[in-house]
């Protein structure tokens, strides 16, 4: 990574090295090489770089099938993800994963789901592990708004919480369920409703601004540690793009076009040209490679069909 | 076991939990594995002895199955029961979606070694939600193995494989009518695949391929028939996900006669499965048409008079044994129709 010389310019460099692998994505996509459905983070990125800038691969993320970011920013090798994405054998899940299932065990990114808020319950589970063993680690479990719809993460509250479970729930809310507004899904406060389980919960409105809530993450992470107790952040941020695919579909009407112009104002990987223009060969230096190490790279064959099922 | 113990089947399966969390890294979690009923004594005192890690649950299924997940990815062995198999169904999204797929999705990075123990609630007036046999639903989906074990030797056997040497999620469905019933181990059982179906009993008119309780009913019915000169083999299935194949093509092969007896419904299930074996490998080894018993074709009604018909008994057993191997014209009485849970006495509510 080149030097940088402050928290700004490092989560840039970060947030700015996830989206420009997801432009690629986009650039790539017509080509019909990649093979899998893509939920775009871009718009997101903030999130992802603010937070695992204060993790360890020792402390576990378990994420969902818009996950580019959080691998990426957990450290998860970029040659590898555009193989998975490419169907290859040298994907880091050896083409069986796609985009929708990421994981890079090494790094502590412990696999992602398409079914929406199905590893938030891991997160716990991880960490009641952790509890019986006598570590001092942290588990963070990400998903959306819709997410806290689901059965599964009040249950999961509720155990961390009975538990004394050190859980980060970090919600990246942008308001959408695939097309559906807050206002058709919720009728409780996400953070009021933590409360209610007894778990400390903050709501962080500027998603795009990495430096305060990386800040947020170091204080809560630390707080975490400190009580082994669960906490939860709900970071309102911005998806610029359709729910899966590598367009924009303003023109279904579901959304304001308006909003995410008045978000983008704010988003320093919009406005910061001079960074932008600082570190984006560098970047396009290391996706090229990693393309190419895609391009390059074999199909798996019937003899990988049958493997790793039992 | 020693040559001629007897065992209930009830008290293998409290040594098997025992066994297992004597392992460090092993946690008992479920509704129930705390309380002084101790899943019908199977879990007793172990949460007094291992404080940390036999843990009573909220009413969460499908939270706690992920709560498992998570745990087995950091190095535990999760033992996750189900006093109802039919409480069960409130996990099939972390089972299925998650659990089943975690090495495969993911191209072999992770292992999530589990069991989950899920007891048939069936004895009498169990109704419609406390009674079903979901082995057939979960044998269909890749990644799992399912097991009904038939007996203490199996339970020692195949519960003791899982946890050492298993990578993956087992099922495990236990049948609460055999709960209490003492059995004489059988030398050689040993040395059986633990994953595996096995010969219960050998004979040359007629195979009868079993599950679960329905081993017990079709030696009560091999019992009777051989009064009459009629030899039957007794396949317990034990392994419902792996059966094999071989183990059965070749007893069919010699006795030309197949029944399938099942503790589930039979549309897509067991039977159906034993039978695509059967004819994609060598239908020719029939001399009959196979027949097979299972439930009725109905939700599990609670009266007794009516949960009486909707389950097979010896009597089903004989009468269909009798018709492959005599055909219609025998001479052969029937028994009296005897409801299981009338013949295995000690049962008594109201679990």
Known sequence: ?310 | MNANTKMKYREALAIAMAEAMDNPHTILIGQGVTDFKGIWGTTTGLAQKFTQRVIETPLSEDGVAGICIGAALNGMYPINTHIRADFGLLIFNQLINLAAKYRYMFGGLFEVPMMFRMVIGRSWGQGAQHSQSFQSLLSHIPGLVVLMPANPQSILQSYRYARKHHKGPVVMFEHRLMYELEFEDKPGAELLNPFGSRIDRVGSDLTIVATSVMVLEATRAADYLSEFGINVEIIDLHSISHPDHDLILNSVKKTGRLLVADTSWLPYGVAAEICRIIAERDPTVLKQPVRSLGMQQAPCPTAKALEDFYYPDVRNIVEAAVLLVRGSGHAIPLPPKQAMTDFYKHFKGPF
């Open chain 1, 1 to 310: 990574m080149t030097k940088t010389d402050s928290i700004y310019e490092k989560l840039f460099f970060e947030a700015l090295r996830i989206r420009l692998v997801e432009e690629k994505i986009i650039e790539l996509y017509p080509s019909d090489k990649i093979q899998s459905p893509v939920h775009l983070s871009i718009g997101q990125e903030a999130v992802a770089v603010g937070l695992c800038r204060h993790l360890g691969p020792e402390d576990w993320i378990f994420i969902n099938y818009r996950g580019h970011a959080f691998y990426l920013a957990k450290g998860g090798p970029m040659p590898e993800l555009f193989a998975e994405l490419y169907g290859k054998k040298t994907g880091l899940s050896k083409g069986k994963a796609g985009s929708m299932h990421l994981a890079a065990p090494s790094q502590g990114v412990m696999g992602a789901s398409a079914v929406v808020g199905s590893t938030i319950s891991h997160a716990v589970g991880a960490a009641l592990a952790s509890k019986i063993k006598g570590e001092n680690r942290i588990f963070v479990t990400v998903f959306g708004d819709g997410a806290t719809e689901q059965g599964a993460y009040h249950e999961s509250l509720n155990f961390a919480s009975l538990h004394n479970l050190p859980v980060l729930f970090l919600c990246e809310n942008n308001g959408l369920a695939v097309h559906a507004s807050l206002q058709e899904r919720q009728a409780f406060s996400l953070v009021d409703h933590a409360r209610v389980y007894g778990i400390e919960a903050i709501s962080f409105h500027d998603g795009f601004d990495f430096v305060r809530f990386s800040e947020l993450c170091c204080d809560v992470l630390q707080k975490i540690r400190s009580t082994k107790r669960p906490m939860l952040i709900e970071v309102k941020t911005c998806r610029y793009k359709e729910h899966v695919g590598p367009g924009e579909d303003f023109d279904a009407g579901y959304r304001a076009l308006a909003d995410v112009i008045a978000w983008k104002a704010k988003d320093p990987l919009c406005i910061d040209k001079d960074l932008i223009s600082r570190y984006a060969p560098e970047i396009m230096s290391e996706i090229g490679d990693a393309v190419f190490f895609a391009e390059n790279s074999p199909f798996p064959t019937i003899d990988d069909l049958l493997t790793d099922v039992i």
